[in-house]
């Protein structure tokens, strides 16, 4: 018995990238399917058809998406009790959060970029860790709170190629409303920190914790808005009825552990509104979506990132000697 457990322990640590390179190939053989009756002029015609003002609005709702984001790191620093000015958390966190997104693996990227502004700016490695733990748990308690919401009131069925045991997203929706309840009454009744698993989840006054449910909740909204509104405008879906359908996705995406969820966020889409909508025109929403979310953010933390280390490498420069 022993031997099994050893054994089981041994290749559960391969499990979540085999878990991930199964559902990247059944997205890429489902993404085929979907679109083997449409070329590629076809879907570069739809993204071309998204009307300029739409692309604008997007480009909008982007960029105060990206500004709630800055509310993760704000509200970190309060929690370690060292406050920053405005421009060093918005900073830490919009660089953050757009490489992460894009080149995935966020626990590590992300906090790795993180770890780099926050020790140059004089934090302790325990108050950085702390910061870290608090961002990554924002970021699932608003997954966990509007899902949890909408999984509930409108379950959908779940795509057969995510092989899960459940037949709508039910279960899951209450499975989420649980953690988060147990979460608020934890941070009222209890004190101290909590280890799970070898996580350590830290302890927040509960006027904190219900912060940082809103901004993380409005963070998911404005995200899924975005690519509602690149969709086509005859889409006979409400805003809710899509925002559920985009946070499975986002979902399915996240366990992939495939940077950006690329592929399979889009296959879960397609499978769940193609039909009514046209599969050329959703894939075509699909790119522009990639491009306005995750690429111009990508580019643009790019930019500031590189300046952020030219500047502290001139700053640090000493002095030519006379």
């Known amino acids: 018995m022993k031997q ?24 890429i053989w489902t993404l085929r399917q979907e679109l083997q009756q449409h070329t590629l002029t076809e879907i570069w015609r739809s993204v071309r058809a998204i009307p300029v003002e739409v692309v604008e609005i997007a480009l ?38 757009a490489i992460s997104n894009t080149v995935g693996l966020a626990l590590l990227s992300g906090s ?22 608090f961002c990554n748990l924002s970021f699932w308690l608003g997954l966990f709170a509007v899902g949890g919401v909408l999984f509930v009131i409108e379950p959908i069925k779940i795509p057969a190629l995510l092989n899960l045991p459940f037949f709508s997203v039910r279960p899951i929706g209450i499975t989420f409303l649980i953690i988060v309840i147990a979460y608020l009454f934890w941070s ?3 004190s101290r920190s909590l280890q799970i698993a070898g996580w350590r989840l830290p302890h927040l006054p509960i006027q904190l914790s219900l912060a940082q449910i809103a901004i993380t909740s409005l963070d998911w909204a404005l995200a899924a808005a975005i690519l509602y509104k690149l969709l086509p405008s ?4 409400s805003y809710l009825g899509f925002f559920r359908i985009y946070l499975l996705a986002q979902l399915a995406g996240i ?22 909508v046209a599969a050329d025109e959703l894939f075509g929403a699909l790119l522009a979506y990639r491009g306005i979310y995750y690429f111009f953010p990508f580019g643009i933390a790019l930019l500031l990132l590189g300046g952020y280390e030219l500047r502290q490498r001139f700053i640090s420069k000493p002095p030519d000697s006379p």
């Open 60 to 97: 909008v709702l982007t960029v105060l998406n990206y500004w709630t984001l800055t509310g993760y790191d704000t509200l970190a620093s309060y929690y370690v009790r060292q406050p920053f000015p405005y421009r060093k958390t918005a900073l830490a966190a919009i660089v953050s959060y």
């Open 188 to 190: 009222i009744l209890s």
């Open 112 to 133: 790795a970029i993180r770890y780099r502004f926050y020790s140059a700016w004089g934090v302790s490695t325990s108050k950085i860790a702390q910061i870290i733990a």
């Open 4 to 27: 099994l457990r050893q054994t089981i322990h041994h290749y559960a640590h391969f499990f979540p990238t085999i878990l991930g390179i199964t559902l990247f190939c059944l997205s």
């Open 255 to 276: 366990i992939s552990n495939v940077p950006g969820g690329l592929g399979v966020f889009e296959t879960v889409m397609l499978v769940l509104i193609s039909p009514p």
């Open 234 to 237: 005859a889409t006979p879906l």
